[in-house]
């Protein structure tokens, strides 16, 4: 795998005026508008170079934005590894440890392991379990399309569906087969949850374009659920694609058969990829991957295989 480092558009910004936050947990800040209404979590940096949440973040925060109902809920999650970023190697600050957003389940939160991204989760468990709906703003590593991920229950699908972008959709029917992502945690792991969480990819992480669509996307999702005034914008023709499996890597010599950035199709048995003896093939017709790895590190998801939902 080549990876060379793309253009740096967007780069950090210090935070430390916003660590002190109002709810007792550094870098969260809760804004009640004293009117009944939905709480939302609008939340950034669950990957530490994945700026733009944190640019569309600081936005209603520099703004002073408050809901006209509701709540407001706003977040950076993982600063420590926000904090790491280097220019010479922009991809290493995504985290310390663990990933982020794999780690919030009883057995981890619970349990004795530690690590800057485990008290960091346990930190903002409050905040999370608090939001009736969540929207958990990253970017991808590959210049493609922006899409929405979120598990497959109506109150997610009926709010990304409205919303006028992205339009792509990736649906999880069964999860994410690798950790439990933070719009899993608690009540939003079961079809009855309290409301809708997701996630947006709003594009290459270095990218202005991708900062800006994050500080659209947020606006947009307020509007929808009433916090903020607006007219709710029609949603444009949208693509749904529904994960099949989550691979995982297992060794070091994990290979793709061929350049992937996402999006690419195979047919059914169509060989994808090698990871030492075992062989990674396309489980059905017109199987679209998203999220390539660009490097081979063990632990780490390789590459998400679906299939489009008509």
Same mark, same amino acid.
């Given at each position: 795998?080549?990876?060379?480092?793309?253009?740096?558009?967007?780069?950090?910004?210090?935070?430390?005026?916003?660590? &002190?936050?109002?709810?007792?947990?550094?870098?969260?800040?809760?804004?009640?508008?004293?009117?009944?209404?939905?709480?939302?979590?609008?939340?950034?940096?669950?990957?530490?170079?994945?700026? +733009?949440?944190?640019?569309?973040? +600081?936005?209603?925060?520099?703004?002073?934005?408050?809901?006209?109902?509701?709540?407001?809920?706003?977040?950076?999650?993982?600063?420590?590894?926000?904090?790491?970023?280097?220019?010479?190697?922009?991809?290493?600050?995504?985290?310390?440890?663990?990933?982020?957003? $794999?780690?919030?389940?009883?057995?981890?939160?619970?349990?004795?392991?530690?690590?800057?991204?485990?008290?960091?989760?346990?930190?903002? $468990?409050?905040?999370?379990?608090?939001?009736?709906?969540?929207?958990?703003?990253?970017? !991808?590593?590959?210049?493609?399309?922006?899409?929405?991920?979120?598990?497959?229950?109506?109150?997610?699908?009926?709010?990304?569906?409205?919303?006028?972008?992205?339009?792509?959709?990736?649906?999880?029917?069964?999860?994410?087969?690798?950790?439990?992502?933070?719009?899993?945690?608690?009540?939003?792991?079961?079809?009855?949850?309290?409301?809708?969480?997701?996630?947006?990819?709003?594009?290459?992480?270095?990218?202005?374009?991708?900062?800006?669509?994050?500080?659209?996307? &947020?606006?947009?999702?307020?509007?929808?659920?009433?916090?903020?005034?607006?007219?709710?914008?029609?949603?444009?023709?949208?693509?749904?694609?529904?994960?099949?499996? !989550?691979?995982?890597?297992?060794?070091?010599?994990?290979?793709?058969? $061929?350049?992937?950035?996402?999006?690419?199709?195979?047919?059914?048995?169509?060989?994808?990829?090698?990871?030492?003896?075992?062989?990674? $093939?396309?489980? +059905?017709?017109?199987?679209?991957?998203?999220?390539?790895?660009?490097?081979?590190?063990?632990?780490?998801?390789?590459?998400?295989?679906?299939?489009?939902?008509?």
């Amino acid at each position: 795998m080549v990876n060379l480092s793309p253009p740096l558009e967007v780069l950090p910004r210090d935070l430390s005026a916003y660590k &002190a936050g109002n709810t007792g947990i550094d870098y969260v800040h809760r804004f009640e508008s004293g009117k009944p209404g939905p709480h939302v979590l609008i939340n950034a940096l669950t990957h530490g170079n994945e700026f +733009c949440g944190m640019v569309a973040v +600081c936005d209603l925060l520099d703004r002073s934005v408050r809901p006209r109902i509701g709540t407001l809920t706003v977040s950076f999650a993982n600063v420590a590894a926000y904090e790491s970023f280097d220019p010479a190697n922009p991809f290493a600050s995504r985290q310390i440890t663990h990933n982020l957003n $794999r780690v919030w389940s009883a057995e981890m939160l619970d349990g004795s392991e530690d690590s800057v991204e485990l008290r960091r989760a346990r930190a903002m $468990r409050p905040a999370v379990l608090a939001a009736q709906h969540i929207l958990d703003i990253h970017s !991808t590593s590959q210049d493609v399309v922006p899409f929405w991920v979120y598990p497959d229950y109506p109150r997610n699908s009926s709010v990304a569906m409205a919303l006028p972008r992205p339009g792509v959709h990736l649906v999880m029917p069964k999860g994410l087969g690798s950790g439990v992502p933070l719009i899993e945690h608690g009540l939003h792991a079961g079809a009855n949850g309290p409301g809708a969480a997701m996630v947006v990819e709003c594009g290459q992480h270095f990218k202005q374009a991708t900062a800006d669509l994050a500080i659209v996307v &947020a606006h947009d999702l307020l509007v929808h659920f009433g916090l903020l005034e607006g007219v709710p914008t029609a949603a444009a023709p949208q693509r749904r694609f529904e994960l099949l499996q !989550t691979c995982v890597i297992q060794t070091t010599d994990f290979a793709f058969t $061929r350049k992937l950035i996402g999006f690419e199709t195979f047919a059914k048995g169509e060989l994808i990829a090698t990871d030492g003896v075992d062989e990674i $093939r396309s489980p +059905c017709d017109d199987c679209t991957v998203f999220m390539p790895a660009r490097e081979a590190v063990v632990g780490r998801e390789a590459v998400y295989l679906t299939c489009p939902i008509s």
